[in-house]
T-cell receptor, first 114, second 113 residues
Framework: DQQVKQNSPSLSVQEGRISILNCDYT??????FLWYKKYPAEGPTFLIS?????DKNEDGRFTVFLNKSAKHLSLHIVPSQPGDSAVYFC?????????????FGKGTKLSVKP | DAGVIQSPRHEVTEMGQEVTLRCKPI?????LFWYRQTMMRGLELLIY????????DSGMPEDRFSAKMPNASFSTLKIQPSEPRDSAVYFC???????????FGPGTRLLVL
């Protein structure tokens, strides 16, 4: 049973437009959420995170929104660039809990067309 | 600075053979994680170590899988005997502490024929 779900396997966006990647979770104990980006033949790299005490965190072109009541988070990329084309993983954890492991979604492949 | 180093990058072996994957974490990092990525299950944690001690191995699929961390700069993941369903990309990641950001290696792509 997946605790972190990314229901869209792929997303195609035009360069300059907004990319919105979505993630849902089922475990109400999760209080820390991260997005990782992965290029082919490379490992995932950390992109941005958000704690459950916030509902928004921004870093340049990347913004993560958290809706705790809906158990939903999203990653917005504005404006999208061709170099953003990659697989994006959503991950969740219980921050500072007895287990440090991240639970990952299956990823969404973003393609930004020039 | 060097990131997480994994070897080999690619491994092709026959069913029944022993496979050993290697990982060198980032210097100074105290936590090390082994993940497996498959199409069906996505990216899943197999085991993690804190200060060289295995903390949670509940993700290790079977007794055929074992992991060791003999010192702070080296870890191995061993599969013996290997089976075709073990074919996947195996990632190692490290972090300063288990609650901190994890940095991933490039992965080992394993194919068991």
């Amino acid at each position: 049973d997946q605790q972190v779900k990314q229901n869209s396997p792929s997303l195609s966006v035009q360069e300059g437009r907004i990319s919105i990647l979505n993630c849902d979770y089922t475990n109400s104990m999760f209080d820390y959420f991260l997005w990782y980006k992965k290029y082919p033949a490379e490992g995932p790299t950390f992109l941005i995170s958000i704690s459950s005490i916030k509902d928004k965190n921004e870093d340049g072109r990347f913004t993560v929104f958290l809706n705790k009541s809906a158990k939903h988070l999203s990653l917005h990329i504005v404006p999208s660039q061709p170099g953003d084309s990659a697989v994006y993983f959503c991950a969740a954890s219980v921050y500072g809990g007895s287990q440090g492991n991240l639970i990952f979604g299956k990823g969404t492949k973003l393609s930004v067309k020039p | 600075d060097a990131g997480v180093i994994q070897s080999p990058r690619h491994e092709v072996t026959e069913m029944g053979q022993e496979v050993t994957l290697r990982c060198k974490p980032i210097s100074g990092h105290n936590s090390l994680f082994w993940y497996r990525q498959t199409m069906m299950r996505g990216l899943e944690l197999l085991i993690y170590f804190n200060n060289n001690v295995p903390i949670d191995d509940s993700g290790m699929p079977e007794d055929r899988f074992s992991a060791k961390m003999p010192n702070a700069s080296f870890s191995t993941l061993k599969i013996q005997p290997s089976e075709p369903r073990d074919s996947a990309v195996y990632f190692c990641a490290s972090s300063l502490a288990y609650i901190e950001t994890q940095y991933f290696g490039p992965g080992t792509r394993l194919l068991v024929l």
